[in-house]
Each structure stands twice: as C-alpha cells, then as structure tokens.
C-alpha cells in the first residue's frame, strides 16, 4: 500500500470503529486490519506522525463528531471510533513526548461539583482528543478548587465545565465565577443537557457547546 | 385489586405521579446527596410526596429508589444497603397507596455503558435483582425500569424484574428526536427497537420518559402503536426542557400546557399518563381532570 492508500484504510477504521485485526466490530471489515496494525505500518514505511494524526485519524474523527451531531450515529459508534483512534494514538505517543509532534493546545474538563455524570463528558473528552488536544480530566465531582490547581498547572489550557443535573447548574455558576475571578483571560466551554448559551451569558462562561463536535470547533477557533 | 394491565385492558386510562427528585430538592435535597438515602433518614419528606400525588388523582405512585442500584449507591458507600434502601422506598409509597392505588417501584440506569467493558451483563443483572426484590418485598406490585437508553441494560434489568419477582414489569426508554422527526436514545435506539427486545426481555407495558415534553411524546407513542397496537403504553414527560432561571432551574410547561395534550396523547395510543422532570401535582391534577372527562 502507498502512503495515501494506507492513510485512507486507516482513517476508515477510527471512522468505523476497526480496533484492531481480531475485532470482530464492525462485522463488514471483519479479519481486516484494524486501527492498531495499519498505525504501525504506516510508521514503518515512514509516514510521519504528523501526517498519521492529521490526515488519518483527526480527519476521521472529524467525520465522527460530525455524525453524531447530526445524530447519523450514536454514542456506541463514537465510543468504538474513540477506542479505535486511542490504539492508534498509543503507537504515537514517543512522538508526542519527544515534541516531533505537537497538539493544538491544553483542555481541562470535568464535570461540576455535586454531579456525578460521566458520560457526556466523556464523549467531549474523546472527541477533543481525537481532534488533536491534550486532554486532562479531572473525572464527576469537581469543585472550583480542583479545577483551579489544574489551571494553575496548566496556564495555558481552556477550560470545559459539564453538567447533567439541573440542580448542579447553580454550582456550574459558582465554579465559573471563582475561576474568571482568578483567571479572568482564561476560556471557560460548558455543556450539558440542561445549559443553553443563555446560561452560559449568565454565568460568564466565554462557549457553549450543545454536542461534542461544536466544543471542538470552538477550541479549534481559538488557535485557528 | 385489578392489575394494571387488566384495568387497561377493561378500557381505563389511567394516570401516573409527577416528578420526585425535583419535589425532594425543593425539601432540602442537596446536590450531591444521595437522594435514596432519604428513605431511611427522612422516610416523612419522602412520604409527603407520595401522598400529594395520591391527593392529585394519581392511580399508581413511583418509589423514592430511581438510583437504587448498587452502582450508582456505591458512589455515597452505600452499595451494601441496596436491598433496605429499595424496601423502605417501596414501604413509604405502599403507605399511601393502601390496597387501591399500584406502587411502581422506580429502577433506573447505572450509568456504566456495557460496550466500554467497565461492568458485565451479569453484574447488571444481580444490581437491579436485589432493587426488584427490595422494592416488591416493601410492597411494589409493579416495577418500572426507566430512563432507558442501551437495549442491554434494559434487558438486565426487565430480567432481573420477571425472573426475581411476581410484579408487573414496565419499561420506559428516553428519546430524542432526530432532525428528521424520528425518535432514537442516545443509544440510538429507536420505540421499534425497544418494543420487540422489551416484549422478548419480559417486559409487559412499555413507553417513554422524561424528554422535552409531551408533545414529542405523541410521536413516540404512535412509533410504539405502529407495530404493536395491544401493548400497554406509559408515557411519564418532562414539563418541557428545563430554563434556568436566576439561579433556578425551572421547567416551563405550565399544568395546562402539559393537559392540552393529553387528548392527543390517548388517542395515539398511550394507556397510563404521568410526569417526569419538572412535572408537579398540580400538574397530575390536570392531568387527571383530563382523563376523567375522556371517559364520559
């Protein structure tokens, strides 16, 4: 397989959710190669990490997120896609850590302190990995402080809030307001099934992202 | 007394209760507390609410015991106290309830995603058997796994239901419309979907929870209706979307909003009607008044 052949087949398995060869998900690609061989193959050949993680697997999970929002997919096919992408990514780390290859940027999330949903969360935290950011999450139950001792690790990083409980929006609010306090330029992103970008005007928070794929776009706008 | 299938099947409709984790917070529910916990420690506060919706017209009231499950117990250190935590809620509803009006006994997700491999089917299995056995031996006569969104855990839990008790066994899943004015969870599984895996797990009345209100819910029920006409079909909706409003969350859908479509909603095809999220007794009240005047 050429360079473009090889980058094609692997953007197809994170699209699909192709893991590896014995996978037996999805069925139509079954005794394929999967995400995890190809990343090495392309590697072996030669390929840079640069171009393995841009035009294979962030174009991919691009089309993902894309999917989702318009709701072609679910939260299945994401996870497996997600799971695909982070078995190639394990095969680029070295890359990462030498600084050969460089991420768009820091984001922390987590969910609001009181709330203890991880699922919409998680699926954020996936699909700003797969989007090229470094991801650190601090996991349910996050009061201000903790988000505060990673900002203050993490200067740089933007900052996303999630909540799926009603009743945790008004701590969303006291988070937001004791982190623009200390760090008024840092950028605060909220989600969750109850918050609106009219909550988010509220609370002072700088994005709102409905879905995955809009808290990506904003991120990536930021350092567009 | 009658089941509620057997009343259904006579020709009633008949109405279901309001919200409850709402009405606890408005007593002092923190967030972040373990709202099972109250059925042990203000077993009064959470009997008020069942009584208030008795009051309202309700013909079956639900149970403090939504996340009763060992898993998401197990987060306040409390996944060994499943069992009396379920009994006592199904207790303080049977209370009220008297010999009457039916407890439904509330068992709802885990919040583990089987397909991440974080928990088995097995260990959903044995959680929700010990919430289905607290809550019939308090005195539930039906249960009602809701807010269902994987077809899987459904499953586990419609199982664990029909092969540990002798109650009724409803399912309520949670949908979104798509673009395209289907309905999916977030899953991706569309009422057709639920309908046949529901009916094959056990399950013998089926619906649709909270949501956006109650006017989605019509199309719901006519996707259920469109390939099963005989099934039972419970529909308990949000008042709306919930607005947060200074510092307070609120749910706009006023009683009356909410009872103009109740009409509509029985002529889908739904068979019990209740709320969910944001819903009040003054809500069921309406509600109620509606349904009696469709039986004249």
């Known amino acids: ?81 997600a799971k695909a992408m982070n078995v190639a990514m394990e095969h680029l780390k070295p890359f990462f850590q030498s600084g050969e290859v460089k991420r768009k940027g820091k ?54 809030l999630s909540a799926l409980l009603t009743t945790t929006m008004p701590n969303m609010q006291k988070i937001a307001a004791e982190i623009k306090s200390q760090f008024p330029d840092v950028k605060l992103v909220i989600g969750g099934a109850p918050v609106n970008d009219e909550f988010r005007d509220e609370i002072g928070a700088d994005g709102y992202s409905p879905d995955p794929q809009s808290a990506v776009a904003y991120l990536n706008a930021l350092v567009a | 007394m009658k089941t509620i299938t057997q009343a259904i099947r006579s020709g009633n409709v008949m109405v279901s209760d309001g919200a409850w984790g709402t009405f606890l917070q408005q007593m002092g529910l923190q967030p972040g507390e373990c709202t099972e916990s109250w059925n042990l420690k203000h ?17 079956m009231i639900e149970t403090n015991s939504f996340g009763g499950n060992a898993f998401k117990l197990s987060m306040f250190g409390l996944e060994d106290k499943s069992f009396e935590i379920n009994e006592a809620a199904a ?14 006994g509330s068992i709802g997700p885990t919040g583990k995603i089987l397909m991440m491999g974080d928990v088995t089917y097995d260990q959903l299995y044995e959680a929700f058997k010990t919430q289905a056995m607290g809550l019939e031996a308090g005195g539930a006569n039906a249960l009602v796994v ?15 239901c029909r092969e540990n008790t002798s109650s009724e066994v409803i399912c309520t899943m949670t949908f979104d419309k798509s673009p395209d004015g289907s309905f999916f969870t977030m899953m991706g599984v569309s009422p057709a979907d639920m309908v046949a895996a529901m009916l094959d797990a056990g399950a013998t009345i089926i619906g ?43 749910f706009l859908e006023t009683p009356d909003e909410m009872a103009k479509f109740v009409k509509l909603l029985v002529n889908a095809g739904a068979n019990i009607i209740g709320g969910c999220c944001g819903t009040t007794p003054d809500h069921i009240k309406k509600i109620a008044e509606i349904v009696k005047s469709l039986k004249k």
């Open chain 2, 146 to 160: 809701e807010t269902m969104t994987d077809i899987e855990e459904a499953t586990a839990a419609v199982k664990a």
């Open chain 1, 1 to 81: 397989m050429d360079k473009n052949e090889l980058l094609t087949k692997l953007a197809e398995c994170v699209e699909f959710g192709k893991v590896n060869k014995a996978a037996p998900y999805p069925p139509t690609m079954k005794g394929q190669d999967g995400a995890d061989e190809l990343t090495k193959q392309a590697l072996e050949i030669g390929i840079k990490p640069v171009d393995i993680l841009n035009d294979a697997l962030i174009f991919a999970m691009d089309k993902v997120g894309e999917k989702f929002t318009q709701k072609k997919i679910f939260v299945p096919q994401m996870l497996i896609s």
């Open chain 2, 43 to 59: 077993p009064d506060r959470v009997l008020k609410i069942a009584q208030s919706y008795i009051d309202a017209g309700s013909d």
């Open chain 1, 107 to 160: 984001f922390i999330i987590g969910t609001v302190s009181g709330d203890l949903h991880d699922i919409g969360k998680n699926l954020v935290a996936m699909i700003v990995e797969g989007a090229g950011w470094e991801v650190i999450d601090l996991g349910v139950d996050v009061d201000a402080a903790k988000f505060i001792v990673a900002i203050n690790e993490n200067p740089d990083a933007v900052v996303g």
């Open chain 2, 208 to 250: 649709a929870n909270c949501g956006n209100g109650m006017e989605n819910m019509i199309g719901v029920v006519k996707e259920i209706r469109a390939i099963d006409a005989e099934i039972p079909v419970l529909v308990h909706a949000n008042a709306g979307a919930p607005v947060y409003k200074n510092g307070e969350t609120v």
């Open chain 2, 91 to 104: 207790r303080i509803s049977r209370q009220v309830a008297g010999d009457n009006k039916h407890v439904l």
